[in-house]
């Protein structure tokens, strides 16, 4: 692409200096939104550009924020800041390098859902950066860009950063709800979803980091601009997290759509020293394995097009394993860490991930048998469909996966047993 | 009056503005005050345990229980640093593992265990955010936490010395 939307910190030095975000076309959306459109406008412009949610679900953002329940006062907006997918470090780049342009759509969302208070739930980790943004938002307040009487109107609007404290399941919108209460984070039975009760039961709107900070300009050029990159289905600039075995791993800003070989091979640079590779985890720890044969890199990395490598895009966290890895390997790795984060509300994830590791650990160290590897997918099946969240649900993902598309490498660790 | 609300009235203040004057509202506190207690104290004592729960207008139990349910939080004075290298899958397929279990060769420990002069301890954690950076780790210490990526065996062990005699 020609100019960054969400990185721009990489074209524009010092944009994360109010003046400078400001010297740059920063808070004109603010401002037009507020001065010139209805709240219902900004959500219709957001639901007219086909901005689909980037935490993972892909769920159409303007299509959430028409469901507020504009019958239960007040409504809150919460930004989900706490980046914690193996394979996802996007949020965070966004949050160091171009901050402004995110609270600004966390602004913009606050204005179309007409919500007094935002919050931003960042990962405990991220402690020093939600020091960066109380400074920021108490320069946006002496700036009269928050607080009360914005540009003259009755409007309000006021952001607060909240910090988790090491659990990965509150990226869980309902379980993310339940710790800014004050609570263990556990998810929630849905329905009722969060713009119908959300945090403290009034309605809620739950948006990731990156979709938020499209928003500022999609409201600036327009729904139609918005709609010429990327796909018709999934319009916009996405990020990707490039990691594994790669020469150059990094967040890469492309259209939705590119292909998994212009990734991979042009802007990561290919495989190190010269390696096959053998395969694709498209949205992080929770990815189906892809096979990556010349099918999968040619695919485009949209939300529609994964679905037919029967694996999902995501949080497009794309993790490359080289042919010097083995899937037992890697199951092992991931099933790790599901079990270690279950929060244990749920039977099926909480057994389920405990004894999927008991497995894995066994299967990888060369003394399960195929017997055990069945058992293992039959274990995994089972899980399915049957978690409170969807966190358990993704725990599966690359253990069935694995077996079913690189039984080779399950048979080759198992052979001495098996024999 | 609270230890902790006479020598913090201003930063108590400032987090119960955050949230909705109500009892709702004063709940959501017990995070942050968490974070400030264990700053206070180097962890989160029994004492600061029950003035939380005052505070937030909630029981000692509901308190600790976000102590055990949190890993960054914790309810014992560790006096170490913890150094925390993550391994999870892509920083793996980055050598994250065998970058630990070289630093802890070097430092005559096994992984998880603390060195002789009680200083450091280092262990492996769950993913931070930072995959392309990987072999990475953080220090959690006294004054909260640092990342350090990038990492080679010799990188690390001159952030470890720094600590030791720090």
Known sequence: MTEYILLRHRDIAGIEQIETYRNNGGFTALQKAITSMDPDDVTNEVKASGLRGRGGAGFPTGLKWSFIDGHNWPHYVIANADESEPGTFKDREILEGNPYQFLEGVAICAYAVKANNAYIYLRGEFWPIAKKLDQCIAEMEAAGLLGDKLFGRDISIRLHTHLGAGAYICGEESALLDSLEGKLGQPRLRPPFPPAVGVYSKPTIVNNVETLSNVPFIIDRGAAWFKGIGTEKSPGPKIFSLSGCVNRPGNYELPLGTTFRELIMDHGRGIIEGHKIKAIMAAGASSALIMANDEALNTPMDYESLQKLGAQLGSASVIVIDETFDIPWVINKTVHFFQHESCGKCTPCREGTYWMMHLTERINSGEASMEDVELLHDVASQIKGKCLCALGEFSIEAPLSGIERFKADFEARTAKTNA | ?166
């Open chain 2, 1 to 166: 009056m609270t230890a902790l609300l006479e020598k913090y009235p201003n930063e108590i203040q400032a987090i119960m503005a955050k949230y909705p004057a109500n009892k709702a509202g004063k709940r959501s506190a017990v995070m942050p005050l968490l974070y400030l207690a264990q700053h206070e104290y180097g962890y989160v004592t029994k004492e600061a345990i029950v003035q939380i729960a005052e505070i937030c207008e909630i029981s000692t139990t509901d308190v600790a229980s976000m102590i055990g349910f949190y890993t960054l939080y914790h309810d014992q004075p560790s006096g170490t640093y913890q150094i925390q290298v993550c391994t999870d899958l892509p920083c793996a397929l980055r050598g994250a593992e065998e970058f630990l279990q070289k630093l802890c060769e070097n430092l005559g420990i096994k992984v998880g265990e603390v060195t002789s002069d009680g200083k450091v301890k280092v262990e492996a954690v769950m993913c931070l955010a930072g995959c392309d950076k990987a072999p990475l780790f953080q220090v959690e210490g006294p004054d909260g936490l640092e990342y350090h990526e990038n990492q080679t065996v010799e990188s690390a062990l001159e952030v470890i010395n720094k600590l030791k005699q720090g």
